[in-house]
């Protein structure tokens, strides 16, 4: 016996091929535990394989010194727009660590000061409930 349809979401760029794991600053009242994504009492994040990322958006463009940050910060936004944490607490607790990273993979300062500065201008629309990624189907 064989389903008749697929069903699948579009839109990312990039499927991270191993767990990835870092501490935030990110402190929640319970462990949220998502189809790929882990986030515990104490800030520490975990990204498991197979998660799909749309990456940088708008004028910035993918590099080796931007994706992991683009990373981190899509799993949180994620979090966000699904509602395992409050966009008032957590929005720019999430466009923090985009800055940072940036910095420690090579991005110069200014500039990645300038793209926490667009995230946290223009990153709200992400965040929102609204905007999660519908399932598809095919054919």
Request: charged share 25%.
């Amino acid at each position: 016996m064989s389903d008749e349809h697929i069903y699948y979401r579009s839109g990312y760029k990039h499927q991270l091929a191993r767990d990835f794991q870092i501490k935030t600053n990110i402190y929640s009242s319970a462990d949220v535990d998502a189809e790929f994504i882990s986030l515990d009492r104490a800030g520490n994040l975990l990204v498991k394989s197979g998660y799909a990322w749309d990456s940088t958006s708008g004028p910035v463009p993918d590099t080796h010194r931007n994706l992991r940050a683009s990373l981190v910060h899509d799993a949180l936004y994620q979090l966000i727009r699904h509602r395992h944490l409050s966009r008032d607490r957590h929005k720019d607790k999430a466009d923090r660590p985009f800055k940072k990273i940036c910095k420690q993979d090579g991005v110069v300062s200014p500039v990645a000061h300038a793209y926490y500065l667009a995230l946290k201008t223009a990153g709200n629309s992400a965040t929102d409930p609204k905007n999660i990624k519908e399932v598809k189907s095919a054919p």
